[in-house]
């Protein structure tokens, strides 16, 4: 008598995550496009890199061996693979986690806003959720401020690279960046923060990420204890790029009204200097990243 199981064949965790990973070409994941594969999705080794995992451990979440992982790691799995929205919450659901819910941030990126960022592929993009981690960028992006995946994927925070606690912290941008207003960008983001504690007041990574700074950095705790709460401004930065030199853009944040995720563009004023640098960083494209 055969034994009875409980999943279906090829419905459970590592068979979706194998489905959705080899579905996805890396042009649609904003990698390099290789000519020479053997697959037109995903090698474990791309999505290992996207969603800030080792390869090892996608293995073994498609091979089943690993069946429970955490919730920021499923969150990174979903953002990384783009599922939909009822993807995402079928993913969380086979971990055995309680989907995202009102009073939490998302990281996931709507349909939508996907379609509007594949147009805005010419300039450098990133998409920062509600707490500021970075959750999605381009290659120009990565060109012009250095490729993210440098750093761990819980410091991937505009907040925490903002405002450092402690030493040896990877730095989220690679090479140095000057505002034009460094104080107002401070207390803009700070006062983000404190209105986002109050649209998400049941986001366990908000509430630590707060805590921390709090605690580890002067510099966020007197502007945390002002209680200003303000909306995000326009800013000029000046990036002093190692290759093509100091290139300074505009940096605009376009907010989405219902997750709060934010999408930050890089530009430079047209027919300038600074224009034909940017370009050029595109064209020269990020470092290659070294392991070890």
């Known amino acids: 008598m055969k034994s009875m199981t409980t999943t279906p064949h090829g419905a459970g965790l590592g068979a979706a995550i194998r489905t959705w990973r080899n579905r996805l070409t890396p042009s649609a994941a904003g990698l390099p ?15 290992a890199d996207l ?7 996608v293995v073994r979440l498609e091979q089943g061996r690993a069946t429970t ?12 693979l783009q599922l939909s929205t009822a993807e995402r919450d079928h993913l969380y659901r086979l971990a055995r986690i309680v989907p995202p819910t009102d009073g939490t941030i998302r990281d996931h990126l709507p349909s939508g806003m ?6 805005l592929a010419d300039v450098p993009v990133a998409v920062f959720a509600a707490d500021w981690q970075l959750v999605w960028w381009n290659q120009g992006w990565a060109a012009l401020l250095g ?30 960046v000057t505002d034009t207003d460094p104080g107002t960008t401070d207390a803009a983001l700070v006062s983000d923060l404190r209105r986002a504690t109050g649209r998400f007041p049941r986001d366990s990574r908000l509430a630590a990420l707060v805590r921390d700074l709090d605690a580890g950095n002067e510099r966020f705790a007197q502007l945390w204890a002002t209680g200003k709460v303000t ?3 326009e800013i000029r930065k000046t990036v002093d790029h190692p290759s093509v030199g100091p290139v300074t853009v505009d940096c605009d944040v376009l ?5 709060e995720l934010k ?5 430079a004023a047209p027919g300038s200097e600074d224009e034909t640098k940017l370009q050029l960083t595109t064209v020269i494209g990020p470092p290659a990243r070294t392991h070890g």
């Open 114 to 119: 996907r379609r509007v960022l594949a147009r």
């Open 33 to 47: 496009v290789v000519r020479k594969r053997r697959a037109a999705g995903l090698r474990r080794e791309e999505l």
């Open 255 to 259: 907010t989405d009204g219902d997750t």
């Open 231 to 233: 909306a995000n401004r």
């Open 51 to 57: 969603a800030g995992v080792s390869v090892d451990y």
């Open 147 to 176: 490729d993210p995946l440098a750093s761990p994927p819980r410091m991937r925070n505009f907040a925490r690279d903002r405002f450092p606690v402690g030493t040896g912290q990877t730095p989220l941008v690679r090479w140095p």
């Open 263 to 267: 999408i930050v563009i890089m530009t």
């Open 69 to 80: 992982p955490s919730a920021s790691v499923v969150a990174s799995l979903a953002r990384a």
